[in-house]
C-alpha cells in the first residue's frame, strides 16, 4: 500500500514537471513572436521615418532654392531715380552664375507660360548642390531641380507694381499639374511676391 501511493506522487510529480516544461516552452515561445512581431514594427517605422526624413529635406532644398530665386530677383532695379524717372532692370540674366548684368530679360515681363513650361531666360536648372547647371528648355544631365519663375504686372497698376512667382520642381514629368493656374505636387515649392517701385 505504502509502495502504491509512493508510486502514484511520484507519477503526480512527473506530470506536474511534464507539465511545467510544456509550459516553459509555450511562453519560450511566445516570447519570441513577441520579440520577432516588435523588431518587424521597429524595422517599419525606421522605414516610414527615413522616407519621411528624406522627403523633409527634399521639401527643405525645395523651398530654399525659390527663395534664393526670389532674393535675386527681388534685388533687381525697380523703382524711381531723383528725378521721379522709373528704373528698370531688364536686362540682367539670373539664369547663370555668377548673374550677368547683359543677355537676360531682368524683370521683364514673362509670358503667360513661363511656370508651365521651361521659357528661355525664365528657367534655370540646379544640380545637387544648389548649383546652376544649365539654362535651356531641356534639362542638363547633371540637373536636379528645375526652376521656373514668372513676371507679370499687376493689372491695377501695371507700370509699378511686379507679381513674381518662382516655382521649383524635381526633374519629371509633372502631368495635369503644369495645366491652368499650375498646380504644386510633393517635393516642390512656390513662392510669390509683390514688387513695387520706390524711390531710389
Do not use: C
Not at 75 to 80: A, K
Not at 91 to 104: C, I, L, R, Y
Not at 123 to 136: Q, T
Not at 150 to 169: D, R, W
Request: proline content about 6%; aromatic content about 4%; charged content about 20%.
Amino acid at each position: 500500500m505504502a509502495l502504491e501511493k509512493y508510486k502514484h506522487k511520484q507519477t503526480h510529480k512527473d506530470s506536474r514537471r511534464d507539465g511545467e516544461a510544456g509550459t516553459s516552452l509555450v511562453e519560450v515561445l511566445a516570447a519570441i513572436m513577441i520579440m520577432v512581431t516588435g523588431v518587424l514594427m521597429m524595422a517599419q517605422m525606421f522605414v516610414i521615418s527615413t522616407t519621411s526624413n528624406v522627403a523633409s529635406r527634399n521639401d527643405t532644398f525645395a523651398a530654399v532654392l525659390a527663395e534664393q530665386k526670389m532674393e535675386q530677383l527681388r534685388s533687381m532695379t525697380w523703382g524711381f531715380d531723383t528725378q521721379g524717372v522709373p528704373v528698370s532692370d531688364f536686362s540682367t540674366d539670373t539664369t547663370v552664375t555668377p548673374e550677368s548684368p547683359n543677355g537676360g530679360q531682368g524683370l521683364q515681363p514673362s509670358p503667360g507660360t513661363a511656370l508651365q513650361t521651361n521659357t528661355t531666360g525664365y528657367v534655370d536648372h540646379v544640380g545637387a548642390h544648389g548649383e546652376i547647371v544649365g539654362n535651356g528648355v531641356q534639362p542638363a544631365a547633371a540637373a536636379v531641380y528645375t526652376r521656373r519663375w514668372s513676371i507679370e504686372p499687376l493689372p491695377t497698376n501695371p507700370n509699378n507694381t511686379l507679381i513674381i512667382q518662382v516655382l521649383v520642381t524635381p526633374n519629371r514629368n509633372r502631368g495635369q499639374a503644369d495645366q491652368g493656374n499650375v498646380g504644386r505636387l510633393p517635393g516642390e515649392a512656390r513662392v510669390i511676391t509683390v514688387k513695387t517701385r520706390k524711390a531710389q
